[in-house]
Each structure stands twice: as structure tokens, then as C-alpha cells.
């Protein structure tokens, strides 16, 4: 959480209330705070007093809402802003407000609702921004389907699209003769992309297995020396089989070179993606 005040003696004492349960970031002006959040990221609660010199609390607190969209803002006042405050409570900038002096165990418990209100609204959107990408992923490889393209251009516009919603780095469609690779499609910088691709061991699994493998490569000692790892910077890889009709016809390589914190997600997408994406290969082949 995040607590701003002007006042010293304020900032300590809201400190020393909370700092055993949360990780708490202090602030003594606005300024600070939009400071603070840009080097530290989203927080899950932000406490802020609302007389401030410079910038009102709730100033601060709609500067926040479009970079911290899930974030619960509280506004501490011993004043009766009334205007202030009920406009920023009817703009959604501010969760709710507390009169100075504030008791110590309410502001506690209002604090403890408050996160488990931030717990719930970051979920929530999770689970959106998830329903959007599988719909997004869904419109892009049925538009290849009704789209009058050459068959590579079509396996073009499904690497592009996959790797634009995913936010993949490299996104390689490669399909196979007899379980060897025989051409791929790219989107992304990988040269030489059918050698290293022959030669990745999470490649070569998901063709014997005919299963989704992933990686997150740092976590992995034993990856250090995949000549696809060396070739480009990657830090999280995924490869699906994508089978027609029982037989493997291609797999589906997915390159990110940050660790991608959705990865258990984009395996829930695959199935149903790969799915498609063989419906779609079957159709122009």
C-alpha cells in the first residue's frame, strides 16, 4: 500500500499501523506518490490525506486511475470537502473516505475490505483480458478462413495475429513431413528458424509427445545451451502440437524475451487455438 501525507508525525503513525502486515510505500505530497507508483508499479491500496500543499488528495488520486485501473484509493480529511469528495466518489477515483481523527481499528478493517477489494477487482479483469485475447485469437484464424489469400499468406496473418494478442516476441508456425519440420512461417526476428527450431529440445518433445511443452528458461539450468536460447534472447517459450484429424501437421512456437507472467493462461488458450489453427491449415492445404 501506499500512504501520502504532508504532515510527518501522520505518515509515521500510518507506517507504523500497517507496516506488519503490508509493504508500505510513504509519500509527503503527490508529486512524490506519482513518483513513487512510476518507479514501483501498481499498488494494491493507496491511503492519502487530502488537504496537501500543491495537489489535492483527490488530484493525486485521479492521476492514478487510468495507469492503476484496479488500485483502491481512500482519501483521509479532517475538512468537509464535500464537493471534492463526492465528486471523485461518483468518478470512481475514490473507494470511500475517513475523518481525521481517524480510530486505529477502523481504519484497519477498512483497509483489510479494501484489499480484498483490489484482490477482487484484479481478478476480475484478469479474467476478462483473458475472454478478450481467446476471442481475439478465435476472429483472427476464422478471418484467415474466409479471406481470398495464398495459403502462406493465410499461415501469415495467423503468426501475425497470435503473436500481436499474445504478445509473443517470435511466433514460428511450423509444419511437418513425417515428424520433421518442412517449412515455417515467422513473425518475428529468428534467422535460420527451421534448424533451431529441428534442433530445440521443447520442440523436439512436443513432436514425440504430441503434447504442449513450456519453459521459463531462466528457471532452467539445462537450457543455457539451446542453440535457439543462444540465437535470441528468450526467457519464456511455448510450443503446441497442432494435430488434424489424429495426425501432427505442425506445432506452434511461442517466443517471449521477458518471463511472461500469463504463460499458465495462454496453455488454457491452446487447445482450443490449436484446434483452429488446424481446421484453418487443412482448409488451404
Known amino acids: 500500500m501506499l500512504v501520502v ?3 510527518p508525525d501522520n505518515l509515521d503513525t500510518l507506517y507504523r499501523i ?4 503490508y509493504q508500505v510505500l510513504r509519500a509527503a505530497s503527490g508529486v512524490e506518490a506519482l513518483e513513487i507508483l512510476d ?5 494494491a491500496v493507496i491511503l492519502s490525506d487530502q488537504r ?3 495537489m489535492k488528495g483527490t488530484e493525486f488520486l485521479s492521476k492514478t486511475v487510468s495507469s492503476f485501473p484496479n488500485t483502491v484509493r481512500i482519501i483521509l480529511t479532517g475538512f468537509t470537502d464535500v464537493e471534492d469528495l463526492v465528486e471523485a466518489i461518483n468518478a470512481g477515483q475514490v473507494y470511500r473516505y475517513i475523518t481525521k481523527p481517524w480510530d486505529t481499528e477502523e481504519l484497519s478493517r477498512i483497509i483489510q475490505k479494501a484489499t480484498e477489494t483490489y484482490d477482487l477487482l484484479k481478478q476480475r479483469n484478469e479474467e476478462l483480458q483473458h475472454t478478450e485475447k481467446q476471442i481475439k485469437l478465435a476472429a483472427t484464424v476464422a478471418q484467415s478462413a474466409i479471406q481470398r489469400l495464398s495459403p502462406d499468406a493465410i499461415l501469415q496473418l ?7 494478442i499474445l504478445g509473443a ?4 508456425l511450423a509444419t511437418l513431413n513425417e515428424g520433421a519440420i518442412e517449412a515455417v512461417t515467422l513473425t518475428g526476428d529468428l534467422p535460420d528458424a527451421p534448424a533451431l527450431l529441428s ?6 518433445q512436443a513432436i514425440s509427445s504430441q503434447s504442449l511443452q513450456t519453459a521459463t528458461v531462466a528457471a532452467d539450468p539445462t537450457l543455457d545451451q539451446e542453440a535457439l536460447y543462444q540465437a535470441v534472447d ?12 489424429g495426425e501432427l501437421i505442425a506445432v506452434l512456437s511461442l517466443q517471449w524475451s521477458l518471463v511472461y507472467d500469463d504463460l499458465y493462461k495462454v496453455r488454457q488458450m491452446m487447445g482450443l487455438l490449436a484446434a483452429q489453427v488446424a481446421l484453418a491449415m487443412a482448409n488451404v492445404a
Open 169 to 172: 516476441d517470435i511466433c514460428a
Open 5 to 7: 501525507d504532508d504532515e
Open 199 to 204: 534442433q530445440n529440445c521443447l520442440v523436439r
Open 234 to 245: 528468450t526467457q519464456s517459450h511455448l510450443v503446441a502440437p497442432i494435430l488434424y484429424q
Open 52 to 54: 496537501m500543499p500543491l
Open 39 to 43: 518507479a514501483e508499479g501498481e499498488v
Open 158 to 164: 495467423i503468426t501475425n495475429g497470435v503473436s500481436h
Open 18 to 21: 500497517f507496516r506488519r502486515k
